[in-house]
């Protein structure tokens, strides 16, 4: 059993700041890259920021220069900082990793069941 759990989502006001959390769990042998990616109602799931085991980081263009990803790699877990949200931020964001579970020669997609973000005044 592998589980992804997110929290730290809310409400906050446009400019302002929230830290979200992602722990995984479970029978998990290694964890190759770790991430958020958002949802919003009619519009398609679409990557937010990830970061390989190796520490290369990837994000989204309407992102840089304000969310940071960092990981730690002893307890499984996935940090997302956001900065200077946005309304257009508003959405569900959901935890994912590329992970390889115990005594599985293959590595697989998992995700998280999301947290909500909410940015308004």
């Known amino acids: 059993q592998v589980q992804l759990v997110e929290s730290g989502g809310g409400l906050v006001q446009p400019g302002g700041s929230l830290r979200l959390s992602c722990a995984a769990s479970?029978?998990?042998?290694?964890?190759?890259?770790m991430g958020w990616y958002r949802q919003t109602p009619g519009k398609q799931r679409e990557l937010v920021a990830t970061?390989?085991?190796?520490?290369?980081?990837n994000s989204a263009d309407s992102v840089k220069g304000r969310f940071t990803i960092s990981r730690d790699y002893n307890k499984d877990t996935v940090y997302l900082h956001m900065n200077s949200l946005k309304p257009e931020d508003t959405a569900v964001y959901l935890c994912?990793?590329?992970?390889?579970?115990?005594?599985?020669?293959?590595?697989?997609?998992?995700w998280g069941q999301g947290t909500q973000v909410t940015v308004s005044s």
């Open positions: 994912y990793a590329n992970l390889r579970r115990d005594r599985t020669p293959r590595y697989s997609d998992y």
């Open positions: 479970g029978s998990i042998a290694s964890i190759n890259a």
């Open positions: 970061m390989t085991s190796t520490g290369r980081p």
